[in-house]
């Protein structure tokens, strides 16, 4: 069987030069024993090896396995080094330099989304979409960002002091993505209801991306134009412009009707959009979803704009959630974003010859990645 942790290395240094990136970290401690990347690396293996905790982590990296992979076993009195502890940690992070974190958060991205990593396949349309949402984090609240694709990574992070700055902490976020990535680096912000606002849609728009909204809330102006349309269209079913369909979704095994037109305005925003209007019952079980989706982009499908809507969830599901299950920790956001990214990336290689037998989870990759570290550091011998 391949070495894993081996080819992860191989893999993270030559695809996505985690080893370059590394002499480029800071932090503002004068003259300290335990480098910047020294700590950006620990952190990197604390996701990689899912150590759920600083303590955990800590202790992981007491090991002979982990001193020979920093190169601090060396010398005498080597059996009392450490290689980093939690509260090294601390302190390197309440000082540490967030601009080269992203910087190499944007490197990972642009390296995916060259080889195809970062598209989603919408009914037919390949399209480049992030999700922005905001969500708790143990200690504190923050609004983040994720691209979408065949790996969903984790791009940015603005704290906030909780719900209901939500919205000014967004859109610093975005003001400082678009200046770091580039105007219209993709097709489309998927939102949920809170950023149904004209600035925030605003703001999307003037750097050549559109904006598409999912909600509920059936007192927005565009939307009671819209109901009213779809309601008429109903007995003048000629009406030009309205796409009505229904159909059965396999996947989510639930039928679904859906009405859609463009051309609506919604009070402050400077384009039209196209609004679609959506009803699901579910067979397996007693739900009934009844949504609408608002987008700039009117050349979407009534059907693309649905899937879009539902797509809008994964930041929630494989976002928070799973980083959460990762790494259990409310700190050091963007050091763990970028383990979590090469992580995902990494589970798209050929790398399961050998356990075609197993159940393949990340939390599998993970426990390989932790067995083969031993044996590749000599911790057993």
């Given at each position: ?70 190169g601090r076993d060396i010398g005498r009195g080597s059996q009392r080094l450490v290689a980093v ?210 987008c700039t982009d009117e050349s979407l499908s009534g059907l693309q704009m649905r899937e879009l ?73």
């Amino acid at each position: 069987m391949e070495n894993l942790i081996k080819r992860f290395f191989t893999f993270a240094n030559g695809s996505y030069t985690m080893f370059a990136a590394k002499s480029n970290m800071k932090d503002g401690r004068d003259s300290p024993q335990i480098a910047p990347s020294v700590i950006f690396l620990s952190l990197i293996l604390m996701v990689l090896l899912k150590k759920r905790s600083l303590l955990k982590l800590d202790q992981f990296m007491r090991t002979d396995a982990a001193k020979r992979f920093l190169g601090r076993d060396i010398g005498r009195g080597s059996q009392r080094l450490v290689a980093v502890s939690d509260s090294t940690i601390a302190r390197s992070l309440s000082t540490y330099s967030l601009t080269p974190l992203r910087r190499y958060l944007k490197s990972v991205y642009i390296n995916a989304n060259r080889d195809g990593k970062c598209k989603i396949d919408v009914c037919g349309r390949k399209l480049k979409a992030v999700c922005v949402d905001g969500s708790q984090f143990g200690g504190f609240y923050g609004c983040v960002l994720q691209s979408l694709g065949e790996a969903n990574l984790l791009l940015d992070i603005e704290r906030t002091t909780g719900k209901g700055k939500e919205l000014p902490t967004t859109r610093k976020m975005l003001e400082r993505v678009f200046h770091n990535y580039g105007d219209g680096f993709v097709d489309l912000f998927l939102l949920d209801a809170l950023y149904k606002d004209k600035k925030t849609i605003n703001l999307i728009n003037s750097h050549k991306s559109h904006a598409l909204v999912k909600t509920e809330e059936t007192r927005l102006t565009i939307i009671q134009d819209a109901h009213g349309l779809f309601t008429h269209w109903g007995d003048h079913p000629g009406v030009d412009g309205v796409e009505h369909m229904k159909g059965f979704d396999v996947d989510r095994m639930c039928e679904y009707e859906l009405w859609s037109c463009g051309s609506f305005e919604h009070p402050g925003v400077g384009k039209t959009m196209k609004v679609t209007h959506v009803k699901e019952d579910y067979i397996k079980e007693d739900r009934h979803e009844d949504f609408w989706v608002l987008c700039t982009d009117e050349s979407l499908s009534g059907l693309q704009m649905r899937e879009l809507g539902h797509i809008r969830w994964r930041i929630e599901n494989n976002g928070f959630k799973a980083l959460d299950e990762q790494t259990n920790c409310d700190h050091v956001m963007l050091m763990l974003f970028i383990g979590w990214n090469l992580l995902l990336l990494f589970n798209l290689e050929d790398i399961r010859k050998g356990y075609e037998h197993a159940k393949w989870t990340l939390d599998f990759l993970s426990e390989l990645l932790l067995m083969w570290f031993y044996v590749e550091y000599h911790a057993l011998s």
